[in-house]
Protein backbone atom coordinates (compact mmCIF):
# COMPACT_ATOMS: atom_id res chain seq x y z
CA UNK A 1 0.00 0.00 0.00
CA UNK A 2 1.69 2.71 -1.22
CA UNK A 3 0.87 6.29 0.87
CA UNK A 4 2.63 8.20 -1.11
CA UNK A 5 2.51 8.30 -4.77
CA UNK A 6 4.93 9.46 -7.70
CA UNK A 7 3.10 8.91 -10.35
CA UNK A 8 5.12 10.20 -13.17
CA UNK A 9 8.63 8.11 -13.11
CA UNK A 10 10.73 10.97 -15.43
CA UNK A 11 10.10 14.40 -16.90
CA UNK A 12 11.74 16.19 -19.63
CA UNK A 13 11.75 19.62 -19.68
CA UNK A 14 13.72 22.35 -21.41
CA UNK A 15 15.93 24.46 -20.14
CA UNK A 16 14.73 28.21 -18.61
CA UNK A 17 11.10 26.29 -18.67
CA UNK A 18 9.04 25.31 -15.78
CA UNK A 19 9.80 21.81 -14.62
CA UNK A 20 6.15 20.47 -12.41
CA UNK A 21 6.91 17.26 -10.52
CA UNK A 22 3.76 15.86 -8.68
CA UNK A 23 3.21 14.02 -5.73
CA UNK A 24 0.27 12.45 -3.83
CA UNK A 25 -0.60 10.75 -0.41
CA UNK A 26 -3.04 9.16 1.03
CA UNK A 27 -3.03 9.09 4.54
CA UNK A 28 -4.64 11.76 6.34
CA UNK A 29 -2.52 11.63 9.15
CA UNK A 30 0.50 13.43 6.79
CA UNK A 31 0.89 16.83 7.54
CA UNK A 32 4.30 17.63 6.60
CA UNK A 33 5.97 17.12 3.36
CA UNK A 34 9.39 17.32 2.03
CA UNK A 35 11.21 17.19 -1.27
CA UNK A 36 14.13 15.61 -1.92
CA UNK A 37 16.85 15.52 -4.46
CA UNK A 38 19.01 13.22 -5.77
CA UNK A 39 21.99 12.61 -7.84
CA UNK A 40 23.83 9.76 -9.42
CA UNK A 41 25.74 7.76 -6.51
CA UNK A 42 24.91 10.24 -4.01
CA UNK A 43 22.72 10.27 -1.09
CA UNK A 44 19.38 12.53 -1.09
CA UNK A 45 19.47 15.93 -0.73
CA UNK A 46 17.14 18.01 1.47
CA UNK A 47 15.57 20.45 -1.03
CA UNK A 48 12.39 22.30 0.31
CA UNK A 49 9.13 21.20 2.74
CA UNK A 50 5.80 22.42 3.42
CA UNK A 51 3.70 22.46 6.84
CA UNK A 52 -0.37 21.69 6.47
CA UNK A 53 -1.03 24.82 7.46
CA UNK A 54 0.51 26.35 4.41
CA UNK A 55 -0.61 25.95 0.87
CA UNK A 56 2.52 27.59 -0.48
CA UNK A 57 6.43 27.79 0.28
CA UNK A 58 8.97 29.55 -1.71
CA UNK A 59 12.66 29.22 -1.86
CA UNK A 60 14.30 30.78 -4.54
CA UNK A 61 13.62 29.28 -8.18
CA UNK A 62 11.65 26.19 -5.86
CA UNK A 63 8.12 26.58 -4.54
CA UNK A 64 5.98 23.64 -3.65
CA UNK A 65 2.17 24.08 -3.69
CA UNK A 66 0.20 21.65 -1.27
CA UNK A 67 -3.43 21.01 -2.00
CA UNK A 68 -5.06 19.66 1.23
CA UNK A 69 -8.76 18.47 0.34
CA UNK A 70 -6.91 16.84 -2.62
CA UNK A 71 -3.98 15.25 -0.85
CA UNK A 72 -1.75 16.66 -3.45
CA UNK A 73 1.69 18.73 -3.53
CA UNK A 74 3.77 19.88 -6.21
CA UNK A 75 6.87 20.76 -6.77
CA UNK A 76 7.76 23.86 -9.31
CA UNK A 77 11.01 24.77 -10.39
CA UNK A 78 11.42 28.10 -12.59
CA UNK A 79 13.31 28.43 -14.82
CA UNK A 80 14.69 24.86 -14.82
CA UNK A 81 18.43 24.35 -15.40
CA UNK A 82 20.39 21.53 -16.61
CA UNK A 83 21.74 21.00 -13.14
CA UNK A 84 18.24 20.37 -11.70
CA UNK A 85 18.47 17.06 -13.86
CA UNK A 86 18.24 14.27 -11.03
CA UNK A 87 15.70 12.10 -9.24
CA UNK A 88 13.08 14.22 -7.29
CA UNK A 89 10.95 12.40 -4.14
CA UNK A 90 8.77 13.44 -2.12
CA UNK A 91 8.16 12.53 1.39
CA UNK A 92 5.68 13.03 4.34
CA UNK A 93 5.32 12.48 8.01
CA UNK A 94 2.41 12.88 10.65
CA UNK A 95 2.88 15.82 12.98
CA UNK A 96 2.22 14.45 16.07
CA UNK A 97 1.64 10.75 17.61
CA UNK A 98 4.81 8.81 18.31
CA UNK A 99 6.05 8.48 14.45
CA UNK A 100 5.83 12.22 13.77
CA UNK A 101 9.60 12.08 12.68
CA UNK A 102 9.43 8.82 10.17
CA UNK A 103 9.36 9.66 6.73
CA UNK A 104 7.20 7.79 4.15
CA UNK A 105 8.94 8.67 1.07
CA UNK A 106 7.53 8.42 -2.96
CA UNK A 107 9.16 6.18 -5.61
CA UNK A 108 10.86 9.31 -7.48
CA UNK A 109 10.93 11.29 -10.73
CA UNK A 110 13.72 11.31 -12.83
CA UNK A 111 13.73 15.11 -13.90
CA UNK A 112 16.26 15.71 -17.29
CA UNK A 113 16.60 19.27 -18.21
CA UNK A 114 17.41 20.14 -21.79
CA UNK A 115 19.78 22.64 -22.83
CA UNK B 1 31.43 19.24 9.64
CA UNK B 2 31.33 16.40 7.56
CA UNK B 3 27.46 15.72 8.16
CA UNK B 4 26.54 12.14 7.63
CA UNK B 5 29.59 9.33 6.92
CA UNK B 6 28.66 6.02 5.41
CA UNK B 7 31.41 3.34 5.05
CA UNK B 8 31.97 1.39 3.07
CA UNK B 9 31.18 2.74 -0.62
CA UNK B 10 31.14 -0.50 -2.70
CA UNK B 11 30.97 -4.36 -1.03
CA UNK B 12 30.31 -7.57 -3.13
CA UNK B 13 29.14 -10.53 -0.46
CA UNK B 14 29.08 -13.87 -0.71
CA UNK B 15 25.43 -15.27 -0.07
CA UNK B 16 25.75 -16.44 4.20
CA UNK B 17 28.38 -14.04 4.64
CA UNK B 18 27.68 -11.13 7.12
CA UNK B 19 28.85 -7.49 7.57
CA UNK B 20 28.42 -4.00 9.26
CA UNK B 21 27.95 -0.93 7.68
CA UNK B 22 29.65 1.68 9.50
CA UNK B 23 27.47 5.13 9.71
CA UNK B 24 28.94 8.02 11.54
CA UNK B 25 27.38 11.96 12.10
CA UNK B 26 29.20 14.53 13.35
CA UNK B 27 25.55 16.88 13.95
CA UNK B 28 24.72 16.18 17.05
CA UNK B 29 21.44 14.94 16.00
CA UNK B 30 19.66 12.52 18.13
CA UNK B 31 17.69 10.64 15.76
CA UNK B 32 19.18 8.20 12.77
CA UNK B 33 17.92 6.45 10.50
CA UNK B 34 18.63 2.97 7.86
CA UNK B 35 17.23 2.58 4.39
CA UNK B 36 17.40 0.80 1.95
CA UNK B 37 16.57 1.66 -1.71
CA UNK B 38 16.13 -0.64 -4.37
CA UNK B 39 16.11 -0.49 -8.13
CA UNK B 40 13.19 2.58 -9.15
CA UNK B 41 11.87 2.28 -5.80
CA UNK B 42 11.50 4.94 -2.97
CA UNK B 43 13.75 4.90 0.36
CA UNK B 44 11.93 2.13 2.85
CA UNK B 45 12.80 2.50 6.37
CA UNK B 46 15.09 -0.44 7.82
CA UNK B 47 15.47 0.39 11.49
CA UNK B 48 15.80 4.06 13.20
CA UNK B 49 17.39 5.31 16.24
CA UNK B 50 15.69 8.11 18.67
CA UNK B 51 19.19 8.16 20.92
CA UNK B 52 21.97 6.13 22.44
CA UNK B 53 20.49 2.94 23.51
CA UNK B 54 17.38 2.68 21.96
CA UNK B 55 16.29 1.68 18.36
CA UNK B 56 13.12 0.29 16.95
CA UNK B 57 12.30 -1.43 13.53
CA UNK B 58 11.35 0.59 10.67
CA UNK B 59 9.77 -1.10 7.66
CA UNK B 60 11.62 -3.74 6.28
CA UNK B 61 13.82 -4.84 9.47
CA UNK B 62 13.89 -8.54 8.96
CA UNK B 63 17.46 -9.99 8.13
CA UNK B 64 19.51 -6.39 9.82
CA UNK B 65 20.12 -5.82 13.16
CA UNK B 66 21.45 -2.27 14.55
CA UNK B 67 22.97 -0.67 17.93
CA UNK B 68 23.19 2.61 18.96
CA UNK B 69 26.17 2.94 21.64
CA UNK B 70 26.94 6.37 20.96
CA UNK B 71 25.10 9.35 19.50
CA UNK B 72 27.14 9.73 16.55
CA UNK B 73 27.49 6.33 15.52
CA UNK B 74 24.97 3.42 14.36
CA UNK B 75 25.78 0.28 12.26
CA UNK B 76 23.84 -1.58 10.46
CA UNK B 77 24.49 -5.34 11.09
CA UNK B 78 23.79 -7.84 8.20
CA UNK B 79 23.59 -11.18 9.57
CA UNK B 80 23.69 -14.47 6.77
CA UNK B 81 23.20 -12.20 3.41
CA UNK B 82 21.10 -13.07 0.46
CA UNK B 83 20.81 -11.97 -2.89
CA UNK B 84 17.32 -9.95 -1.93
CA UNK B 85 19.36 -7.67 0.25
CA UNK B 86 21.60 -6.31 -2.95
CA UNK B 87 20.21 -2.93 -2.38
CA UNK B 88 21.81 0.77 -1.72
CA UNK B 89 21.97 1.31 1.69
CA UNK B 90 21.62 5.33 2.95
CA UNK B 91 21.87 6.31 6.82
CA UNK B 92 20.10 9.47 7.91
CA UNK B 93 19.91 11.82 10.92
CA UNK B 94 17.43 14.14 12.05
CA UNK B 95 17.28 17.13 15.29
CA UNK B 96 14.83 15.74 17.46
CA UNK B 97 11.36 16.88 18.30
CA UNK B 98 9.99 19.16 15.62
CA UNK B 99 13.26 19.39 13.48
CA UNK B 100 12.04 17.16 10.72
CA UNK B 101 14.82 17.59 7.96
CA UNK B 102 16.61 14.15 7.58
CA UNK B 103 20.61 14.29 6.12
CA UNK B 104 21.58 11.61 4.07
CA UNK B 105 24.85 10.25 4.10
CA UNK B 106 26.37 9.12 0.31
CA UNK B 107 25.10 5.36 0.56
CA UNK B 108 26.50 1.90 0.42
CA UNK B 109 26.06 -0.33 -2.68
CA UNK B 110 25.73 -3.42 -1.78
CA UNK B 111 25.85 -7.03 -4.06
CA UNK B 112 24.89 -9.95 -2.96
CA UNK B 113 25.97 -12.67 -4.87
Known amino acids: DQQVKQNSPSLSVQEGRISILNCDYT??????FLWYKKYPAEGPTFLIS?????DKNEDGRFTVFLNKSAKHLSLHIVPSQPGDSAVYFCAASPHSGGSNYKLTFGKGTLLTVNP | NAGVTQTPKFRILKIGQSMTLQCTQD?????MYWYRQDPGMGLKLIYYSVGAGITDKGEVPNGYNVSRSTTEDFPLRLELAAPSQTSVYFCASSLAGSGKTQYFGPGTRLLVL
Open chain 2, 27 to 31: MNHNY
Open chain 1, 27 to 32: NSMFDY
Open chain 1, 50 to 54: ISSIK
